[in-house]
Every structure is written in structure tokens, then in C-alpha cells.
């Protein structure tokens, strides 16, 4: 121990170095909530996700909601409003493909030929023939409504896609660019319509800004929570600012240490500075109480200042390092979970720990060391008495301890509904739950929900050996019959679309006598019950079970008003 603390401006120094090399790469730290980021590498749902986006490349989706409480959306003002917001966002990083009722597809018949055009012409004026044209549109295909009208023609929806990964949905640079699609909404539709935003991103984007706002205002609370506390019980500025010092640059070589390893801080790892200076002010606070008890009304020498830190160090290594130990070892126990930021939460609070242990029992006696010795006189006790709140604990505490039987039957009780609690707890991570239902993301992605098909996307992926199998009436029919299941059995899904809904509008274009309401499957009387997937028994009205037929086998359709609202 003497060795160590020959040199105690050394020490300082060495810390200080540290403190300043990780202060630089603090300012590195980014924020990433991305929910990919919980999902281990050979994780098979994030498997899927990587493969999917491999296959169909990146796809990252915002949603901008778009709601005229005072009319419709077939106005021509607005109707061309929206198309140079489409315009705009193509001038954004990122951008892959937008898609809204003025830049989508529309596919209709023209003699024998089937054709793909927009559903909004170039020329588009908004003149009351178009918008009476573009109506008829919009009924004759059901994918539009849910998707990108809403049932009242008083809202539409402008899908934005992005060419990001969703592992790299909550990157800075994306959230910029979230950031810029939902200005120029602003920007654009004030007056016109009520703005509403949602997506990954957007959510991420949120997350971030409430967490650094979080961190902003916890951080500073923290300290001073932490201040007043040392300030009432030790009321001198050493012993008030020397704790803190040790949890201050825990914070700063943990929190920088993240960066500095290329770690991304999470939702769960910006709660690190708090705990730490919670946590890690205790064992500072250790060290120099007894310090305090030790050298009160005591004249020392340098040299008897200097045995008399040695020899409390000596004493007090031990019992710190052990209360340090249990609250590593609680921590540490979070990098045996597969979730990674609670893994990543685990080994820097703990690193964390380890590191305001170490810190104390070094930086502190090193800087009373050089600070040498000083007398320290009683404090003159104020004029009320001090024993009051002294004599109210203990009196509180021996009244509990002569009520044995009560206190036991009390807290048996408390135990059982612990117990009873803990069965009725539910996992649940809707990361849109995270806010109020007055703020502005959870409005939106609630506005989305009830209006359109929802605010998230799930995909499904159907991959054959060949395109013949792939497009044989029988596989069709079975994704058909599970988009049907899903929208039909599943109260949670509010819209299902996919490739199976160009066939069936191919199928209704082609033939030109079905109205606009749509088609539907129809069972052949030789395919079984249950022939399906999910038990409806057609063949998806394909006609010819071998192939398509020099007509597409678009035979076996029927009149419907609901079916393909899927």
C-alpha cells in the first residue's frame, strides 16, 4: 500500500489522462433503438429479416397520415399538393419509393390488353371530370381503401420507403432524414390537412429525443440529489465533492468506453449515468466518513497524516471491495441473456461498478495525500436540537421490533400478493407504449391504426422451387386462403396485401363485364374440402389445375362486394 501511494500526484495524473482520453470519445456516443438491436446474430427471426431484405432489397417504412376533417381528399388543390410532396421527398437521402394515390399504379383493360398505368395521369389538373374519374378508380380496386384512402375519403396515407436496413433504422442520418420528410409535410399541407407520422424511424427518432431529453434533465438531478445529501451529512467541500468526483469519472471512462469499442448506447444503457452516479458515489462516501471520523480534532504531521490514509485504506479495502462485489455480481448476471442491450446493459454497469471501486480507493486517498492534513473541529450544533429526527427513527424502529407478531403477519401478507402479482405480469414491449396518448408519435401511430391498415408491417415470404410452382393455382390459392384467414380471424390485422391482389385485379380487368366491387374465389366441384391451406376448398378460380390456359384461366370468378378487402 505504501508503494502504491508513493507517488499520489502520479495516480492523479494517470486518471486524469484516462478521464480526458474517454471524455473525447464520450462526445462520440449515438443513440440507437433500433428493435433489431435485441435480436441476437443467429436469431431466426432476424435471420428472416436479413434474408427477406436481401431477396427484395432494404425497406424501411414511414407512414405520413394525412386527415381533412372539413372535406374529402378529392380536392384539386390538395390532390396536387400531394403530388409535389412527392416530388420533394425524392430529393431527400434515403429515399426509396413513395407511394400515394397521385403516384401509384392502376391496372385496367383496354380491348384485349391488360394495362398498367397511373392511377393519377401526368397531366392531372384537378378539374371536377378527373376527380369524378379518379373516384371510380379508387372504388374499382379495394387494395387502395385501407391502404391509401381511408373508408371516408377523409384521410390518405403516403407510404415512404426507405433504402435502409432495418437494423439501421434508428441510425442519426436516417432519423435526419425522417426528420426532413416530416417537416416539408408540415411545411406543405399547413392548412390543407392535419399531419400525422409513424414508422420505425419516426418511433426511433422519438425514443432517441425523449431519452436524451430524459438524460438531460435525470443526470443533472442526480448530482444534486446527490450534493444536498453529502452537503447535510459532512457540510465541508471535500467531503461533499470527493464522492462525486469518483462516481463523475466512472460515468465518463463507462459511457465513453461504449464508443471507444463501437457500441451504440440503447434504451437500457442510457439509465448508466444515473445508476452510476447512484451507485457508485457509495463507495467514495465509504472512504472518506471514516477519513472524517479517523482525523476530527486530530493535529497530524504529514508523516502521521500520511500512515494514518495508509492504515484506513488498508482497513477499508476489503469491506468496500465486498459491498462493491455484490453489486457487480447483481449486474454482471445480465450478460447471460440473449437480448444484446441488456447484455451490453450488464457488462458496462458492472464494468461500471468495478471501475468506482477502483477509482475510489485510489483518486481519493491519492488526493488527500497531496492535500496533506487539516483539522477538522466539530461543526456547533444549530440551535434546535439535532437528536430529534435521530430519536424519531430510533423510536420508530424499537416500536417495530416489540410488534413482532404484527409486523410477521404483515409482511407474510405483503409476500403472498408479491407472489400472486408476479403470475399476473405480462411481457409486453409496444415500444409505442412507451408514451403518453396525448403526444404527437402516439397520436399518430394511433391515427394510422384506425384509419388505415396499421401503423406496423409484417411480412411473409413464399418461396418455391420454381416459377411454375410458385404460380400454380394451387399455391396462389393457399396464400389467398391465408391472407383471407388473416384478415378475417385475426382481429389485430388491419390490412393484407400482396401479389395474389394484382392477379385477382388482372382477373377483373380482363373480364370487363365484372363491376368495381370486386371478385371472388369460387369452389370447383372437384378440389375437396379442406383442399387449402386453411380449409376453403377452391383453386383460386384459376380454372385449369395444370396451368393458366391461353386465357390466364381467369374462369372461375364470382361477384363480391368484400372478398379481395384483404
Known amino acids: 500500500m505504501n508503494r502504491f501511494f508513493k507517488h499520489p500526484r502520479i495516480i492523479v495524473a494517470v486518471i486524469g489522462i484516462i478521464t480526458v482520453f474517454f471524455s473525447f470519445h464520450l462526445t462520440k456516443a449515438r443513440l440507437d433503438n433500433n428493435n433489431l438491436r435485441f435480436l441476437p446474430d443467429k436469431n431466426e427471426a432476424r435471420l428472416i429479416s436479413e434474408y427477406i431484405e436481401e431477396v427484395f432489397g432494404p425497406s424501411t417504412i414511414v407512414m405520413v397520415g394525412l386527415e381533412r376533417p372539413y372535406g374529402t381528399v378529392f380536392d384539386g388543390d390538395f390532390l396536387n399538393r400531394l403530388r409535389d410532396y412527392a416530388g420533394r421527398l425524392e430529393t431527400i437521402d434515403h429515399i426509396k419509393d413513395t407511394m400515394s394515390i397521385m403516384t401509384t399504379t392502376y391496372i385496367t383493360g383496354e380491348g384485349d390488353a391488360i394495362l398498367a398505368d397511373d392511377l393519377v395521369p401526368e397531366g392531372f389538373s384537378g378539374s371536377p371530370e378527373e376527380i369524378a374519374r379518379l373516384k371510380g378508380r379508387i372504388a374499382s380496386w379495394p387494395l387502395y381503401q385501407g391502404a391509401l384512402v381511408s373508408d371516408d375519403f377523409q ?28 417537416e416539408i409535410a408540415r411545411e406543405m399541407f399547413a392548412g390543407y390537412a392535419r399531419v400525422y407520422v409513424t414508422g420505425m424511424p419516426v418511433i ?16 443533472p438531478l442526480v448530482v444534486l440529489v446527490v450534493l444536498v445529501v453529502l452537503f447535510f451529512s459532512f457540510r465541508r467541500f471535500t467531503f461533499v465533492i470527493l464522492p462525486l468526483i469518483t462516481a463523475l469519472v466512472a460515468v465518463d471512462w463507462t459511457i465513453g468506453a461504449m464508443p471507444f469499442l463501437g457500441i451504440e448506447l440503447s434504451l437500457l444503457s ?99 495525500l497531496i492535500r496533506g492534513p487539516k483539522i477538522l473541529k466539530e461543526k456547533s450544533p444549530p440551535k434546535e436540537d439535532t437528536g430529534i429526527l435521530n430519536r424519531v427513527i430510533a423510536g420508530t424502529f424499537l416500536a417495530l421490533a416489540r410488534k413482532r407478531v404484527p409486523v410477521l403477519a404483515v409482511t407474510s401478507a405483503v409476500v403472498v400478493i408479491s407472489v400472486f402479482g408476479l403470475s399476473k405480469l405480462v411481457v409486453d414491449n409496444s415500444t409505442i407504449d412507451f408514451f403518453r396518448g396525448k403526444t404527437d408519435i402516439s397520436r399518430s401511430d394511433s391515427f ?13 415470404l413464399v418461396e418455391a422451387d420454381s416459377t411454375e410452382e410458385l404460380l400454380h393455382p394451387r399455391t396462389l390459392a393457399a396464400v389467398d386462403d391465408f391472407a383471407a384467414y388473416l384478415t378475417e380471424r385475426i382481429p389485430q390485422v388491419g390490412k393484407v396485401a400482396g401479389f395474389t391482389d394484382v392477379i385477382k385485379r388482372m382477373n377483373q380487368v380482363f373480364n370487363v363485364d365484372e363491376p368495381p366491387e370486386g371478385v371472388r374465389r369460387t369452389a370447383r366441384a372437384d378440389v375437396p374440402a379442406g383442399a387449402g391451406d386453411f380449409g376453403f376448398g377452391d383453386d383460386f378460380g384459376f380454372g385449369d389445375s395444370e396451368g393458366f390456359g391461353d386465357d390466364f384461366g381467369f374462369s372461375g370468378f364470382e361477384d363480391s362486394d368484400d372478398s379481395w378487402d384483404s
Open 155 to 182: 384521410a390518405t396515407q403516403v407510404v415512404v420507403t426507405l433504402d435502409v436496413l432495418a437494423d439501421d433504422s434508428g441510425k442519426p442520418e436516417v432519423i435526419a432524414s425522417m426528420d426532413k420528410i416530416r
Open 204 to 219: 426511433s427518432a422519438a425514443i432517441n429525443e425523449a431519452a436524451l431529453s430524459d438524460i438531460a434533465f435525470l443526470v
Open 270 to 368: 442510457t439509465i448508466l449515468p444515473i445508476i452510476l452516479v447512484a451507485v457508485g458515489s457509495a463507495y467514495g462516501i465509504h472512504v472518506v466518513t471514516h477519513y472524517a471520523e479517523d482525523t476530527r480534532n486530530r493535529v497530524l504531521s504529514r508523516e502521521e497524516h500520511r500512515d494514518l490514509v495508509l492504515g484506513l485504506m488498508a482497513k477499508l479495502l476489503k469491506p468496500v471491495f465486498l459491498a462493491a462485489l455484490t453489486t457487480f455480481a447483481g449486474f454482471i448476471s445480465f450478460c447471460f441473456t440473449s437480448i444484446v442491450p441488456m447484455r451490453e446493459f450488464g457488462a458496462f454497469a458492472s464494468a461500471g461498478v468495478l471501475i468506482s471501486f477502483a477509482v475510489a480507493v485510489t483518486l481519493i486517498p491519492a488526493l488527500l
Open 448 to 460: 394510422i391504426r384506425t384509419h388505415f391498415g396499421g401503423s406496423k408491417e409484417l411480412t411473409l
